[in-house]
């Protein structure tokens, strides 16, 4: 299994944990593994949430609800809770 360092979530300071709030999740009072390997780099996880958000929000041809119900079915097929 791949190992990467990261910085913990009660050591996060000044940009890092100005985006804390953005994106711990507050079903499991953690940040998940896939914004956390970000915490090295907080321009590259605020880039990162950014295309997240980007792309779950709705558009002319694919409603918010159906791309969440695909993230939903793709999590699912993954193992993921997230």
Not at 71 to 78: D, F, G, Q
């Amino acid at each position: 299994m791949a190992w990467i360092e990261t910085i913990r979530e009660d050591e996060w300071e000044g940009p890092l944990a100005e985006l804390y709030g953005q994106v711990v999740d507050a079903g499991h009072d953690r940040v998940d593994n896939v914004m956390q390997i970000h915490s090295l780099n907080p321009a590259g996880m605020a880039g990162h949430l950014g295309v997240y958000r980007s792309a779950m929000a709705g558009t002319k041809t694919l409603r918010k609800v159906e791309r969440e119900l695909i993230a939903l079915m793709v999590s699912r097929y993954n193992d993921c809770h997230y």
